[in-house]
């Protein structure tokens, strides 16, 4: 069974800084990987999504990575802002592509101006 | 505009009374899923379709049914609600697989006395 852990569960950072949010998964059998980020009271909106035979994607100051072979992907993003205060959440879907998706438990992040 | 629907957005309910949350989306999109998210657990696949009249188990389904007669439409149904399914209920689509352009619904808060 797929299991997917994102570490830290929350992080604090001031304004200006860069920063890593991770997730690890345990099967390798992948068929994409896609972060999400959670605004409280709201749904989900979708970031960035890398398939499985790609290294990262990059959108704006986000920048996803994946190492498959590890089972790790990371999320990077630059120059934080107080808006990009939020859950953000890594979701694996399986081989195949319309498998079961593993979600994991998330890192709610505070960026402090 | 595109977008997931569910109804209602917030539901107390009481033990064994059936009930029915309606997810509609407008665009034509094939995969569609149900998920609940609980505090340290995050969000947990309860069922998923992958067409009409074709629907399959996620990690938790007791307890749950669904159906998928049209395409935009998967509702999620709890014949015997019981207190253990006090959730936030998440309905998802997406065009191709179960993660690339996925669009979530806002959520439905629901709880079971």
Known sequence: KQEVTQIPAALSVPEGENLVLNCSFTDSAIYNLQWFRQDPGKGLTSLLLIQSSQREQTSGRLNASLDKSSGRSTLYIAASQPGDSATYLCAVNGVGGYQKVTFGTGTKLQVIP | ?113
């Open chain 2, 1 to 113: 505009e595109a977008q997931v629907t569910q109804n209602p957005r917030y539901l107390i309910t009481v033990t064994g009374k059936k009930l029915t949350v309606t997810c509609s989306q407008n665009m034509n999109h094939e995969y569609m899923s149900w998920y609940r998210q609980d505090p340290g657990l995050g969000l947990r696949q309860i069922y998923y379709s992958m067409n009409v009249e074709v629907t399959d188990k996620g990690d938790v389904p007791e307890g749950y049914k669904v159906s998928r007669k049209e395409k935009r439409n998967f509702p999620l149904i709890l014949e015997s609600p019981s207190p253990n399914q006090t959730s936030l209920y998440f309905c998802a689509s997406s065009p191709r697989d179960s993660l690339t352009e996925a669009f979530f619904g806002q959520g439905t808060r629901l709880t079971v006395v």
